[in-house]
């Protein structure tokens, strides 16, 4: 999600900077081949102010979409059959971007409009109609594809769940936001107050979002929490998949991580939020040797972290959902009918 949400910004930022040299081009040839032909100029100011307003506005509708459907995604589980859906609850990118590249948006807008104001016949320029038909074409097949989504899971006979109507939702309000607005600024009905209200209603939606996923997911420290048992599981089954590989090499399990750690198996011994040992125990009452307990001390409650998904291999499934509190998960290996290489203690 990360990844996508880098790239996709960064695709579509390329593409209409490709656009924009194109039209100038355009432009240029065509002021060339007729004199008297008055067509407002482009300068460096307008041509950068387009272009960076433009770009976050792309970057800020992209994140704001990925935190709300974060947000539903978690609030409305997806049910399922079997097979449940795992993907990223974080929403501190979405979060971050929207609240240093919102202010930025709305700075370059007010020069933008201050500019248009001095010079209306800047308005005109291919650079701003050329972003402007573009932010109206994308956002009215958005549109469409919603309402084209909607009726085909309806006509299919599928359920319409409050997650699925609440993602249709988002979109449909964020799209026909900007197609609005942009058709109101192609036939010049913005006025300066109606651009200050439009302002003001973007700033409660994006700000509304954010407290709505704090809501659901926590706070900061409630999402540090998080990815401290996050690292907490990772660390413990990294330790898991060391012993295993000790008992298949060794045939008997190792007494203490420090056996582990002195026969060149790569371990992680502490926890980075506690400083403590993890746990690794034997378990004694087992006459095969082949069970084992790792502990940690974990903040959370992970039963409804989507980030917990159960780890597949050739032992099975593997679940690593835990409450809070302290916590052993009971793992075993399968007993090595291969006669050990060496024994504790020989």
């Excluded at 074409?137 to 594809?145: K, L, T």
């Excluded at 750690?261 to 502490?270: M, Q, T």
């Excluded at 378990?283 to 989507?306: G, P, R, V």
């Excluded at 998904?309 to 032992?315: R, T, V």
Aim: with cysteine; aromatic share 14%.
């Amino acid at each position: 999600m990360f990844l996508i949400r880098l790239i996709v910004p960064f695709v579509i930022f390329i593409s209409i900077i490709f656009i924009i040299v194109v039209l100038i081009n355009y432009n240029r040839k065509t002021n060339n081949m007729d004199p008297n032909q008055i067509k407002p100029k482009v300068n460096a100011k307008d041509f950068f102010l387009n272009l960076g307003a433009f770009g976050i506005l792309y970057t800020l509708v992209g994140n704001l979409l990925g935190l709300l459907f974060t947000v539903i995604n978690t609030a409305y589980p997806k049910i399922t059959n079997g097979y449940n859906y795992y993907g990223s609850s974080s929403i501190s990118w979405p979060v971050a971007t929207l609240v240093v590249l919102l202010p930025i948006f709305i700075i370059l807008m007010y020069f933008l409009e201050r500019s248009y104001r001095v010079d209306p016949d800047m308005q005109n320029t291919l650079i701003h109609r050329g972003f402007t038909y573009i932010t109206l074409f994308v956002s009215g097949c958005i549109i469409a594809g919603d309402l084209v989504t909607v009726v085909f899971y309806f006509i299919d006979g599928r359920e319409l769940t409050t997650g699925f109507l609440l993602k249709v939702l988002a979109l449909l309000v964020v799209s026909s936001g900007l197609f609005i607005y942009f058709i109101s600024d192609l036939r010049k009905k913005l006025t300066r107050t109606y651009r200050i209200v439009w302002r003001v209603i973007a700033g409660v939606i994006v700000i509304g979002s954010i407290i709505w996923g704090f809501s659901v997911l926590g706070s900061p420290r409630t999402q540090r929490l998080i990815k401290y048992d996050e690292q907490k599981v990772s660390d413990l089954q990294n330790l898991n998949n060391q012993v295993r590989s000790f008992y298949s090499s060794k045939g008997f399990l190792p007494s203490t991580i420090e056996e582990m750690a002195n026969g060149n198996y790569y371990v992680i011994k502490l926890d980075s939020q506690t400083q403590k040992p993890y746990e690794y125990v034997v378990k004694t009452d087992d006459q095969t040797d082949t069970t084992y307990n790792l502990c940690a001390e974990f903040n959370k409650d992970s039963k409804d972290d989507n980030t917990n998904m159960p780890i597949y291999d050739n032992y099975g499934i593997s679940s690593w959902i835990h409450p809070a509190g302290h916590y052993c998960f009971n793992e075993s290996v399968r007993p090595n009918n291969n006669p050990p290489k060496s024994m504790p203690g020989v």
